[in-house]
């Protein structure tokens, strides 16, 4: 179905029918880049950042080694976004 097929049916709804289309639709957003995923293929496979091809691992070891959250922040500004 495309939008412009969807939209009659939109309008016709009630006020309140909308507000809870709307309330759908901004959770499906948000929920796009959440969390942590893995895809065969995307960085081999391991847990990555959803989204990114930022992995888990990657992460924990910098942290491991003694990268502080600021710095990781910094080169990573995606993560920032993200939040």
């Given at each position: 179905?495309?939008?412009?097929?969807?939209?009659?049916?939109?309008?016709?709804?009630?006020?309140?029918?909308?507000?809870?289309?709307?309330?759908?639709?901004?959770?499906?957003?948000?929920?796009?880049?959440?969390?942590?995923?893995?895809?065969?293929?995307?960085?081999?496979?391991?847990?990555?950042?959803?989204?990114t091809r930022i992995?888990?691992?990657?992460?924990?070891?910098?942290?491991?080694?003694?990268?502080?959250?600021?710095?990781?922040?910094?080169?990573?500004?995606?993560?920032?976004?993200?939040?």
């Amino acid at each position: 179905m495309t939008l412009k097929e969807l939209e009659p049916q939109l309008l016709s709804l009630t006020p309140t029918e909308k507000a809870q289309a709307i309330q759908i639709l901004a959770q499906s957003l948000a929920n796009t880049k959440q969390g942590i995923e893995k895809t065969p293929g995307v960085v081999g496979g391991n847990a990555r950042i959803s989204g990114t091809r930022i992995s888990v691992w990657g992460l924990v070891e910098s942290r491991r080694l003694g990268v502080t959250d600021a710095q990781l922040l910094e080169d990573y500004r995606i993560l920032v976004l993200a939040t």
